[in-house]
């Protein structure tokens, strides 16, 4: 048997490492397989236009509204895995690595590096919370492992939702809980009424299981 699947997601490690074990998981002779890297729009369009059957994005209680009345305009459900918190990501070596929490402004010297969501995308497209906060040092890139090495190369830092699980290009960070009241919303795309199939729904079920065991709530 053929076995197809296509995930779509905003750039996130735990998507990689619950996409990898899906596939040894489902093993097979024959299989076609697609992991997209996408901007949250990406991922919205791809789910609505049935180019992948799931997509995963990270929602923060300030754009929640917008990212949901997107998906309803799309026809797209929204499936809510777990509540966490912002973190701020940062290199091994940064002076900073060893605090307890962090806010900001603590941050103002150093580089902030995040994912370019396309010039006309709203701010609230944003895969980073508290984005619409102005900082002087702003490094917008586009690939999961460039932010990386940026980070690293420039001692400076994103906000993410902290879960760098099992994957080379998130070694080399550390995450620090960032002092905010905003909350992180993980969770999952599909197509109105949509059945899944097998590997839809083992890699659901692994995702689950992966956010449950690392995310920081």
Avoid at 162 to 186: A, E, F, Q, R, Y
Wanted: aromatic share 6%.
């Amino acid at each position: 048997m053929n076995e197809t699947l296509a995930v779509s997601g905003q750039h996130y490690l735990f998507n990689v490492q619950t996409f990898a074990h899906t596939v040894l998981a489902l093993g097979g002779d024959s299989y076609q397989y697609a992991l997209r890297d996408r901007t949250t729009r990406g991922v919205i369009a791809d789910v609505a236009e049935e180019r992948s059957d799931i997509g995963v994005i990270v929602k923060t209680s300030e754009n929640k509204a917008v990212i949901d009345k997107a998906c309803a305009d799309a026809h797209l459900e929204w499936h809510e895995l777990i509540e966490s918190i912002p973190r701020i990501a940062l290199p091994a070596s940064h002076p900073l690595v060893h605090a307890e929490s962090l806010t900001l402004e603590d941050m103002a010297e150093y580089p902030y590096i995040y994912f370019d969501q396309g010039e006309d995308a709203p701010i609230e497209f944003a895969e980073e919370a508290l984005a619409r906060i102005p900082r002087a040092k702003r490094i917008a890139t586009t690939d999961r492992a460039s932010l990386s090495e940026l980070i690293v190369a420039l001692n400076g830092y994103t906000v993410t939702c902290g879960i760098l699980v099992g994957i080379s290009d998130g070694s080399d960070l550390n995450t620090v809980p960032l002092v905010t009241d905003v909350k992180l919303h993980l969770g999952y795309l599909t197509r109105e009424g949509a059945a899944l199939d097998v590997a839809a729904k083992r890699f659901i079920s692994g995702l689950d299981k992966n956010l449950v065991r690392y995310a920081h709530m």
